[in-house]
């Protein structure tokens, strides 16, 4: 018998006005900036929503950037990144690739839209997400994971009502394709209208799901659309989704590292003091070098 | 805003509450947006600016159409066209870099203030003599260091522009191309950099 209490939605949020980073991305922000919301280990959310975009034969995008003290994970939707970092890591990430980068100790990264799809123009959707690492790991070699959507485990639903695509963590025996600091748990979820499935989490776990495509009914009361963001509550472990509509759905869910935060742009350390280190390991060079 | 001008005001002198609401009397706060023009070069300028968020730069345009900073103000900076104390108009541009909070003071706002708290008037001194000390260091620089001096230099004194100016206007307040700078940033990483 089941006994576990179902997570309640705590908010469902809609996409803030969209930004423009660098030249290309046109991004909403749900958080931490859009919203203030308890997502740790997730420090941050940019949803780039599905646009049209335009033939061009030089790509936009972002120019060179550094990170330090936490892991980019990037994951394609419609069209294609390319993307390049000091460490000598290049690529493009597909539709349903994921890339996920451990800045740690420090890196420099560019992300453009891929050369024939940039020429090609088209139907663009991404997802950003900065995960924080523990204190320990924030000086650790840079890592990089390049995963294929191949590479990727997939629990299938009972009567070809969709998969869930195992990023990260694991579901119902499935194991994520990524190594992760922290135990958390990142899943694709592409399902058809009329699925229904369970997502269990233990109560203290931050999580939210993002609507990237399609409606459902989450715990049989609250309905949700796409480009909306549904925040849950620390309590109970069970969240039920019935899909609506042919939905895909990005999934959150991770134990919270407990301990301060000082984030200074695109470092996330712990203390003032690691922020000034950190400007100074960049601007001496200590994080490479990347052509723009 | 006004807590930042007085927690600025309190790393160099000992200032009651009351003291200071007598010395901001005549201060305004002005938002500019992200490239908004604040002054442009003929226009008669006579205040003196105090960023308490964001960044603003001076900058002059000159025959070739080339952008030359003079000087960057990010928070608890100041900055202020020198033409104006004299009643001239400013050779110089004043924009926003970046949507900024700024403490608007007028002319003369030291001397008036110090009335009221004389140790001001010290103060004033200081940050004028200070002003022309780094005006003197930095002619220095540019007649005579080299490219990684003056970028090692610019570092310490502005560590965290480099994450919020483009390479180009780095460049140009350091008098150097921005293919120079990018080869001493190069250089820099093939020193530290271990992958």
């Keep these: ?18 930004q423009l980073i660098g030249d290309g991305f046109l991004v909403s922000n749900f958080f931490p900036a859009g919203y203030k919301l308890q997502m740790n280990p997730f420090f941050l959310l940019d949803f780039n929503a599905k646009m049209e975009l335009a033939s061009s034969l030089e790509p936009k995008g972002i120019g ?19 993307h390049q970092d ?8 597909f539709p349903g690739d994921v890339q996920w980068m451990t800045a740690a100790k420090g890196i420099l990264h560019k992300e453009f839209f891929e050369q024939e799809f940039s020429i090609r123009g088209g139907i663009f959707q991404m997802v950003q997400l900065w995960v924080n690492m523990p204190a320990k790991d924030k000086l650790a070699e840079p890592r990089y994971q390049a995963i294929k959507n191949e590479d990727i485990g997939k629990y299938i639903l009972e009567d070809d009502k969709g998969v869930i695509e195992v990023i990260a963590g694991i579901y119902n025996g499935i194991r994520g394709a990524a190594s992760t600091f922290t135990d958390l748990h990142v899943y694709n979820a592409r399902v058809n209208e009329g699925a229904e499935f369970l997502l269990t989490f233990p109560s203290h776990y931050n999580t939210g799901i993002m609507i990237i495509e399609g409606s459902l009914i989450i715990n049989e009361t609250t309905t949700v659309h796409e480009n909306q963001f549904v925040h849950f509550s620390n309590n109970g472990e069970e969240i039920h989704i019935k899909a609506t509509a042919k939905s895909v759905i990005l999934v959150l869910s991770g134990a919270p590292i407990d301990e301060p935060v000082a984030r200074y742009g695109p470092f996330v350390m712990n203390t003032k003091e690691e922020i000034e280190q950190a400007l100074d390991d960049y601007n001496n060079g200590l994080f490479g070098y990347l052509e723009e | 805003m006004f807590d930042q001008f007085k927690e600025y005001l309190r790393k160099k002198v000992t200032l009651t509450d009351e003291q200071f609401d007598l010395i901001s009397e005549g201060i305004k706060v002005k938002t500019f947006e992200k490239n908004q023009i604040i002054l442009t070069p003929g226009e008669i300028s006579t205040k003196t600016y105090f960023v308490a968020e964001g960044l603003i730069r001076c900058y002059s345009i000159d025959s070739k159409g080339k952008a030359n900073v003079i000087q960057f103000a990010p928070e608890q900076w100041w900055l202020s066209e020198r033409n104006g104390f ?5 050779d110089f541009f004043i924009d926003a870099i970046e949507h900024t909070t700024a403490l608007i003071l007028p002319r003369n706002y030291f001397n008036d203030a110090a009335v009221h708290v004389p140790c001001l008037h010290d103060l004033n001194n200081t940050m004028l003599n ?9 002619i220095n620089m540019l007649l005579s260091a080299t490219a990684e001096e003056r970028y ?34 190069k250089d820099l990483a093939h020193k530290h950099f271990k992958p």
């Design chain 1, 64 to 82: 060179v950037h550094p990170h330090r003290g936490f892991e980019t994970v990037t994951i394609a939707y419609h069209g294609a990144v390319a």
């Design chain 2, 152 to 185: 090692l230099d610019f570092i310490k004194l502005y560590p965290n522009l480099t994450l919020r100016v483009p390479q180009w206007m780095i460049a140009s307040y350091l008098g150097i191309t921005p293919e120079s700078l990018s080869r001493v940033r």
């Design chain 2, 130 to 138: 200070n002003s022309i000390r780094f005006m003197q260091k930095r």
């Design chain 2, 86 to 90: 004299f009643n001239e108009p400013s």
């Design chain 1, 1 to 18: 018998m089941n006994n576990r209490i179902l997570k309640t939605v705590s908010a469902v949020l809609d996409a803030p006005e969209p």
């Design chain 1, 86 to 93: 000091s460490a000598g890591n290049s690529g493009v990430i």
